[in-house]
């Protein structure tokens, strides 16, 4: 019976690809076609048992292009989708065509779950780089839960913690100032880097600062103003989309820039310090001064 319904996920998952494809044309078939269900697991970062090991059962990747949409808003819901590498941004679009930026889907992401309820995507996905996803054909992925009730547990507990994150970014947007929300994001950023086995200290922003500013409820304006007086404060280094961090746990706590007069005086006093031995220097007071 399992070797039945392996058969018959193969077969909708390359049906599915088909579908896709016809949302954006010009996808490619490069680099890595299929993961089993072992591999799967592990981008999910879920737990995986050897009892449900079946070489038969494969999941189909799908390569976008950047600037490609993967999903429209309206289209009809068949497919969840992995991200195996690459960055994405989901978006609802107004009738003025303007866009709200509602998350940033990076390795290991799960998205697609808001077509589930109408069996229509209620929002919009695009690739912000070239992406490598792995479709998840929803009819079999239930099908599968049948028969591998754990792996359809952990799918439920991924579902969550896509959940909880969107919590977390709606509590933030109403507790915290502006810099304390770009300060969250870049905090955010670094951990997520850490996950995937990155650089938690130097990346780059494959999202622009309007996208960013869109995604915390901010002005591009005040996106560009506040990473400026970060990178004055010796917070972090800016070198357009590259992002250094210095002071972690200063971002990490920060509820407010202090005025800019005191900036000014700060940044002077520490270029003081940089020409004062260092046995003579007082310990520096930037994190009090961000968390104040």
């Known amino acids: 019976m399992l070797s039945t319904q392996t058969s018959e996920i193969r077969s909708e998952i390359s049906s599915s690809a088909l ?19 072992k591999e799967l697991c ?7 048992s050897p009892a449900h090991t079946d070489d038969e059962l494969l999941f189909q990747h799908v390569q976008f292009k950047t600037g490609q949409r993967i999903h429209t808003i309206g289209q009809p819901f068949d497919t969840l989708y992995v991200v195996h590498s690459g960055f994405l941004k989901t978006v609802l679009i107004d009738e003025f065509g303007n866009e709200q930026v509602l998350s940033f889907p990076m390795k290991g992401d799960l ?34 839960g049948r028969s ?37 994001f870049l905090v ?41 007086a970060f990178n004055e404060i010796g917070l972090i280094t800016v070198d357009q989309r590259s992002i250094g961090i210095k002071d972690l746990e200063a971002l990490r706590t920060l509820r407010r820039l202090p005025p800019s007069s005191s900036r000014a005086k700060q940044v002077g006093k520490a270029s003081k310090q940089a020409t004062t031995p260092s046995s003579d220097r ?3 007071d930037w994190g009090q001064l961000a968390t104040a």
């Open 19 to 37: 579908h896709s494809s016809n949302v954006e044309a010009g996808w490619q078939r490069q680099g890595k076609l299929w993961s089993n269900l």
């Open 111 to 144: 998205f697609g779950v808001d077509g589930i309820h109408t069996k229509r995507y209620a929002s919009e996905a695009v690739a912000l780089s070239n992406c490598d996803l792995i479709l998840l054909p929803f009819k079999k992925l239930t099908a599968l």
């Open 188 to 228: 955010n950023l670094s951990e997520r880097y850490a996950e995937m086995g990155y650089s938690s200290k130097l990346f780059n922003l494959r999202m622009t600062r309007h996208e960013i500013g869109s995604y915390l409820g901010l002005t591009l304006e005040t996106v560009s103003r506040t990473l400026s």
């Open 42 to 48: 592990d981008v999910l970062r879920i737990p995986f």
């Open 148 to 184: 591998h009730v754990e792996f359809e547990h952990a799918i439920y507990s991924v579902m969550s913690r896509e959940l909880v994150r969107e919590q977390a970014m709606v509590s933030m947007l109403g507790a915290l100032s502006a810099e304390a929300r770009v300060a969250r």
């Open 282 to 284: 007082p310990a520096s």
